[in-house]
């Protein structure tokens, strides 16, 4: 079945530094794969999305490149901030099968001024 | 325009009530789908429905879960003889149709005592 593993943290950064969470899937076919971001007291959004291989998810000055030869979608940011401290999930959904999204387990990331 | 809404916010049961979970998805959304949040489990899918019919059941947990969708708008998730292992946030999600960006609500809080 399909999978996804990301660092569970917390990842603790200061204000400015470079962040990169990792993921890495295990699917079936070519799935679409997502960021979803959930900050303090809010529901999930979507944060980036990419549905093929070396698409380049970017939004809100954070990027994630589709790798299939890797089966990786790692987030990054050059420039985190205070704002960024929310919990990020890794998706995926699979192609012709269900349309339930498939998810990490969620990356704590605390930035400090 | 209103999102995903979800109904009770909070619910408090003991082990062995039955209770019902409300969603009021996006107008116009064909597509809905429940999650569960739990800390052991993580994000796991339950169901999905595309207008008022589930072709996709396969992440209800076991028979004491099921879900309906009337008019093709809300839906109701119903859990029967709760048990301390429920206690869970329960999200629902719509999009536009199949395929297209999940829209999350802000979740109920269930806990089974």
């Known amino acids: 079945g399909n999978s996804v593993t990301q660092m569970e943290g917390p990842v603790t950064l200061s204000e400015e530094a470079f962040l990169t969470i990792n993921c890495t899937y295990t699917a079936t076919g070519y799935p679409s794969l997502f960021w979803y971001v959930q900050y303090p007291g809010e529901g999930l959004q979507l944060l980036l999305k990419a549905t093929k291989a070396d698409d380049k998810g970017s939004n809100k000055g954070f990027e994630a490149t589709y790798r299939k030869e890797t089966t990786s979608f790692h987030l990054e940011k050059g420039s985190v901030q205070v704002s960024d401290s929310a919990v990020y999930f890794c998706a995926l959904r699979g192609r012709g099968g269900a349309d339930g999204l498939t998810f990490g387990k969620g990356t704590h990331l605390i930035i400090q001024p | 325009g209103a999102g995903v809404s979800q109904s009770p916010s909070n619910k408090v049961t003991e082990k062995g009530k039955d209770v019902e979970l409300r969603c009021d998805p996006i107008s116009g959304h064909t597509a809905l789908y429940w999650y569960r949040q739990s800390l052991g489990q993580g994000l796991e899918f339950l169901i999905y429905f595309q207008g008022n019919s589930a072709p996709d059941k396969s992440g209800l947990p076991s028979d004491r879960f099921s879900a309906e969708r009337t008019g093709g708008s809300v839906s109701t998730l119903t859990i029967q003889r709760t048990q301390q292992e429920d206690s869970a946030v329960y999200l629902c999600?719509?999009?536009?149709?199949?395929?297209?960006?999940?829209?999350f609500g802000p979740g109920t809080r269930l806990t089974v005592t």
């Open positions: 999600a719509s999009s536009v149709d199949r395929g297209y960006e999940q829209y």
